[in-house]
């Protein structure tokens, strides 16, 4: 069994920025690739980032391109979204999920509780 917990979700302010982490334990991490997704009230989920989780490659939604950074730690089993430069339209809970490198929510099989970030204009 795969856990995953997010944390570092907020309340702030247009123009700032907050770094969500993703702790992930259980099965061995060597094959799946990391993501972010967020959902936002009365909308769909949708990707917001992803990393492979040996190759380093990145994979990012056009909203966030130059303002999020995604990154990990594989000593730690820990993923990171390090936002910049946040506007209220990224006001969601935020969602940290394992499996294949992709932008399509069906592609990642494991899933944390979620954490919620509030950007206020």
């Known amino acids: 069994q795969v856990q995953l917990v997010e944390s570092g979700g907020g309340l702030v302010q247009a123009g700032g920025s907050l770094r969500l982490s993703c702790a992930a334990s259980g099965r061995t991490f060597s094959s799946y690739a990391m993501g972010w997704f967020r959902q936002a009230p009365g909308k769909e989920r949708e990707f917001v980032a992803g990393?492979?989780?040996?190759?380093?490659?990145?994979l990012y939604a056009d909203s966030v391109k130059g303002r999020f950074t995604i990154s990990r730690d594989r000593a730690k089993n820990t993923v990171y979204l390090q936002m910049n430069i946040l506007k209220p339209e990224d006001t969601a809970v935020y969602y940290c999920?394992?499996?294949?490198?992709?932008?399509?929510?069906?592609?990642?099989?494991?899933w944390g509780q979620g954490t919620q970030v509030t950007v206020s204009s």
């Open positions: 990393i492979t989780w040996g190759g380093g490659n990145t």
């Open positions: 999920a394992a499996g294949i490198l992709s932008m399509v929510r069906r592609d990642y099989n494991y």
